[in-house]
């Protein structure tokens, strides 16, 4: 993909890139909307990216080929937004660079894809962090990872309006080879890699449900945590973030809040702790049990997060009468998007074709799906 990228941008500017950079898609595995609640993640790259070739040029007018078109991005004009146009991300990145005191000047740049877009597997990550990780390198900016993280999530709340927490770009950025990464998004590090367990697969599959979480309920969730955290620290008051709750403390505050922000504060906290068992099943070796994890997760998103919806939930009852696979849940966002399957990888493509025939059954749509590969990190090639 990258050479191909490359040449396509010789082909149409007429000379070798300055630089090329690759951003992967990424894959929550466990631990859904605890990011921003300063909570625990399971999470991996995969290996389908986006690549950005650039090269610096003079004026103020950049120049983006992408799939064959050319489209232009004045730096004069970078506060507009224009609805369903994916260069509102470069818009947001930029200002979020010159807010951080970079000095960005014009660029020639060829872009494409193999993460796929809309879908729950953060291609606006890729985007964000491919560009970014271009730029850096032309224009000497010099950020930390987690502040390169914090940049494209300042481009999705201050430029998109969805108030996301870091786990999109943080996973883009430190993925690993054929691992899943445990995040801790109060230090914002890595604590630590698990590998993925052999003989077994992350098999995806879209339910091709329309999924913009900048139009979904993703704000208001977060919205009831903030709720539901402000009244658990009447009574707590060294909680900083619905990190520090755990199960009894949350069960012991029930009255004090709306039933509602506590369903949704009960998922958060169940998430952070079925994530820690997790990885001890991992490290133990015991995926069947895991596997159960992902399915307790779904549950706790279709029943106390409500960000499942009919699609996913079909997905993942269809999952369980399967052979081969240990568990399913939805992934990422939620309200349509994707599921993650994790599937004996002798079994996967029988798994595929299956899970596609009931689902159609089920709900009259066509799913699509695929054997997922876990990828690296960002880089600069
Ligand atoms: C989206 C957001 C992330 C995270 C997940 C849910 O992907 O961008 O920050 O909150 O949803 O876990």
Redesign the pocket.
Known sequence: MSNANIEAFKARFGALPAVCAIAPGRL?VL??????NEGF?LSTAVDRATTVSMSPVEGTVCTIHENGKDCTLDLNDLTTYVKGDWRNYLKGLILELQKRGAKIGAFNAELSSTVPLSAGM?SSAALEMAFGFALKTIFKIELSLPDWARAGQGV?NNFMG?K?????QFSSLYGKKDSLILCDFRTVEVLKTVSMPAGWSMVVANTMVKHN?VESD?NLRRQSCENALAAIQKKYPAVKALRDVDSAMLESCKDDMDITDWKRAKHVVGEDERVMQGVKLLEAGDIRAFGALLFASHESSRDMFENSCTELDALVEIAKTLPGCAGARLS??GFGGISIHLVESDQAEQYCERLKTAYKTMTGKVAETLICGIGDGARVL
């Open positions: 929550e631990g859904n909307h605890t990011d921003y993640v953060s999705e969805l996301s927490g870091l786990l999109d979480l993703y990422g966002g």
